[in-house]
């Protein structure tokens, strides 16, 4: 075995490791079993860690429900992840090291990757399995590339968040964020509220969250955004001008997964601004556009999928450095046994984000 990205051609020998671990596997859909012997995974060139903290994420919902296409049962899930290295053939990577990486990276070599759209890669390195377990395999490309050592006084949860982050960073580059400029946010789930958070931290002058649910509102309140009910707007467009000085917010994120509500908010950015559809849709979804928001009022329609691995890079730095503080959506804390609970809890909408801790 040759290790590369880095000492290319310098055999390595991986450490002889086997046995059992504990893991929550997804069996069949909304049924997934803890597990006390599942086999561990194999190790290769690169960093074996044991799992401290994962977190639930929409995708693991809609594998749960049966609806994410290439996530078949039986599998484990989870790509949210942050832990302590038990084996390593990488130098920079020694036992007991607490580290986190990101769930993939990009080939580095393709038609996707050569044009810095890394998230389309179709030959993406990947961990070998899910983090809803005690240990996890992380190749040495993967670690390569996105690896980072986790400071002494952040917490494996925070540290976990930064893939999710990655998303967001990604979402407001294809905006072309600037320091100054309003943001209006449809839905405050997780990943809404993260829009919130760090738009914060990137210098928005006013942030609007429009969202049903009332404890959701106010935790988004508490970050400093103006929320609204959309059940009791009658034209959320109204409302996003009347809280932006008659203009409209630059950026609209919908960062939700209903069509009706996604089409509800074509008037709220303002002409020359952006709205992203952040939340994934079903492939069979047909949204109407009105022809004057591109035409006449210049808006860009965007949207991406995941991240790039600078985009990753910087979220890490970001969690590292305490340039953003993710500790207020850290309530929600279940352990490996329970995360069945834990996902049904989050698709009920009960909680903002699940996290499973060791």
Known sequence: MFSSWGS?????????????MKAAVYTEPRKIIFDPNFPDPEMGDGVMIRVKASGVCATDIKAFKGLRFGMEPPMILGHEFAGEVIASTMDDYK??????????????????????????????????NGCFAEKLFIPRDLVYKTGWKIAPDVSYQAAALAEPLACIVLSLKSCHWQPGWTIMVIGGGFMGILHVILTN???????ILSEPNPQRRAFAEKMGAIVCDPSKVENLGDFARKNTDGFGPHVVIASIANEKVVESAFDCPRAGGYYHMFGGLP????????????????????GTSGFRTKDYRLASRLINEKKINLEPVLSSVFHLDQVGEAIEQAEQQNILKAMIVE
Not at 108 to 128: A, I, R, Y
Not at 287 to 302: A, G
């Open 283 to 302: 492939k069979q979804s047909m949204i109407n556009i009105p022809s004057y928001l591109t035409h006449y009022k210049e808006v860009s329609l965007v």
């Open 201 to 207: 931290a990137w210098g928005a002058t006013k942030i």
């Open 8 to 20: 290319w051609l310098v055999p390595t020998v991986p450490p002889k490791f086997g046995g059992n």
């Open 95 to 128: 036992i007991g090291d607490r580290i986190s990486a990101a769930p993939y990276a990009g080939c580095g070599f393709c038609n996707f990757c050569l044009d810095d759209h890394e998230e389309l890669c179709q030959n993406k390195v990947f961990t070998t």
